[in-house]
């Protein structure tokens, strides 16, 4: 399944769910024409508008919910609940790992700190990266974040812990019941991937500045490969 059927996969059960199937009253709720509800390829620029007006997380349409259509379940709207709740979480910087040209982790040694930022997800913890790093937004001493609890999205980045050994850092290009599809950010060179080559798969975020890392002991029991 594609990304655009998974956009009208989406809208068909929000239609269905929230608006008794009636399109039109779709329509006026996001501000469109009918016909957009009826789209078979729903563009970026019309998903996130559609996102924004009917208060629904960023991406959300771009992922499969299962039976979490009625968006009380939804991980993606858990999380936004969360976040408006206040409802946040210290992030520990677990690791010290470097970076290379194939965007593979290597963790060097446990580093204990903290960042001066907080998550939704209770679980989230950080890596410092340091030398040069093969990514310009992650160079010497910057951080990213891994959230175990919070769903992979479509153009952002994941974590791949594979079962050969193997650490990678890459953009989601595709998700199925069976298959990742990944690509590397500098060269776009795509990764497709068999889920039971995949022990985890976790969502990820990059760029913290050596600024917003706290280094200073504290107290956490969370491993340096969480």
């Not at 009380?72 to 408006?84: G, M, N, S, V, Y």
């Not at 791949?160 to 069976?178: A, H, M, P």
């Amino acid at each position: 399944m594609d990304n655009a059927q998974i956009r009208m996969e989406n809208i068909s059960a929000i239609l269905e769910k929230k608006f008794s199937g009636k399109k039109v009253s779709l329509a006026n709720a996001i501000g469109k024409n009918p016909v957009i509800v009826q789209h078979r390829n729903l563009g970026d620029k019309v998903a996130r508008e559609v996102e924004d007006k009917l208060s629904l997380p960023h991406g959300w349409l771009d992922h499969l919910h299962g039976e979490h259509h009625d968006l009380e379940d939804d991980p993606h709207e858990k999380i936004r609940l969360k976040a408006q709740a206040g409802e946040t979480h210290p992030i520990p910087v677990t690791a010290n790992a470097t970076l290379d040209h194939q965007l593979q982790l290597t963790i060097i040694n446990n580093n204990i700190g903290r960042l001066m930022l907080l998550s939704t997800d209770g679980d989230a913890y950080a890596f410092q990266l340091i030398g040069h790093n093969a990514n310009p937004l992650l160079d010497n001493h910057w951080g990213l974040v891994i959230e175990p609890n919070t769903p992979l999205t479509l153009n952002e980045y994941a974590i791949l812990w594979l079962k050969g050994g193997e650490v990678l850092l890459r953009l989601v290009v595709f998700i199925d019941d069976q298959t990742y599809l990944v690509r590397h950010p500098i060269t776009n060179e795509q990764l497709k991937l068999d889920r039971l080559q995949v022990e985890k798969a976790q969502y990820c975020y990059v760029g913290i500045p050596p600024s917003k890392i706290n280094t200073d002991q504290i107290d956490t029991k969370k491993p340096a490969a969480n």
